[in-house]
Every structure is written in C-alpha cells, then in structure tokens.
C-alpha cells in the first residue's frame, strides 16, 4: 500500500498575499483619489441649500408679523444679490418698502458669506433668462409672492442663481413669482 502523504495547506501563499495587498491598494487608491471630489460636491450642495434657506427665511419673516430694526412690523424682507461682490449675500428689512435694497435707509438681518472659493456665476431673471448685475428677491406680508427685481428690470416672474465651485462645477437656484424656490 501506497501512502501518499497530502500537502497540509495552511494560510497564504506569497503570491496570493501580494495578489490581495495589490487590490486593496488599488481599491484605497481609487476610494481616496475620488474623496475629494466628492467632498467638493457636498459643500457645493451644501452652500446652495444655505442659500436657498436664507431666501426661504426672507420669505418667512415677510410672511410673519417679524419687527424690522425700526419698530416696524410692515416691513418686507428680502436678499440682495450683487455681482461686483459675489462671494456674499445680504438678507435685509425693506424699511422703505420699495422691494429693493436701500444700504442707507434698510436694516442688514445677515450677511451670508460664500465659503471654499465658490461664487455667484450668474444672476438672470425673466424667461427667456436675461443677465443682471444686481438681483433683489423680497417678500412683504400677507403674500408669500415674490418681488423680482433688479436696478433697471423690476417685478419678473422668475430669478435663477447660478452658484460655481473652484472645481468648476455649478448649481442653480430658481425662485419663481409664487415663491417657490427650487435647486436644479
């Protein structure tokens, strides 16, 4: 009788270890070479939502019985948009209820910084979208409406933000005459 003596097989061959270190080198690789891209999308989408919610709470506390700096319960409340300085956004009580911000006669509520290098790309309103310079979205109580204006075109039915990554990667934020505000 034959007695065949079987191999006792127990762990990893060198081959197979350097086979599966080489595929988890790969797989971190490709996991941490695409982290920072998506860690730019999510402020992105982050500084749009901030954005957005701003506009939404100009659009609360001008639906509110919200008191501007000067007793004022009247007020309107809006965000100012302005491309000469388009890294921030100023959120204001309209005192002179002129739906457009005034810096020497209406209060600052909370100025908005934009973070990371993002900037406003572009301001447009209307449909066909025409380019603007300056873009002032207000809202005064009892209407959740919109006023669209700009310092030459005023009352549109629709104003879009357009917010730019330093990776070059856009967002844009649609506020229609109703007061609906959407992220695209």
């Known amino acids: 009788m034959n007695n065949l ?7 990893f061959s060198l081959i197979e270890l350097l086979v599966s270190i080489a595929i988890l080198v790969i ?8 982290q920072s891209g998506f ?14 919610l701003t506009i939404r709470q100009a659009q609360s506390y001008g639906l509110q019985s919200k008191e501007s700096s000067l007793g004022d319960f ?4 809006g965000v100012f948009f302005d491309m000469s300085i388009n890294d921030n956004m100023i959120l204001y009580a309209d005192n002179n209820k002129n739906h457009l911000y005034d810096s020497g006669s209406d209060t600052i509520v909370d100025t908005l910084k934009l973070k990371n290098s993002n900037i406003i790309e572009r301001l447009c309103v209307g449909s066909p979208c025409i380019d603007t310079n300056i873009l002032d979205i ?9 006023y669209i204006n ?4 005023v009352n549109r039915d629709i104003a879009e933000i357009y917010i730019k990554s330093p990776q070059l990667q856009e967002t844009r934020i649609v506020v229609n ?5 959407s992220i695209e």
Do not use: M
């Not at 003596?5 to 762990?11: P, S």
């Open 74 to 77: 009247e007020a309107g409340f």
């Open 5 to 11: 003596k079987l191999k006792n097989n127990r762990g």
């Open 39 to 52: 860690n730019n999308n999510v402020l992105l989408e982050n500084l749009t939502y901030e954005i957005s």
């Open 177 to 181: 005459k109703i007061g609906q505000i």
């Open 138 to 146: 207000s809202f005064v109580r009892p209407n959740p409406t919109a």
């Open 150 to 153: 700009t310092s030459v075109i």
């Open 27 to 34: 797989v971190s690789g490709l996991v941490f070479f695409n």
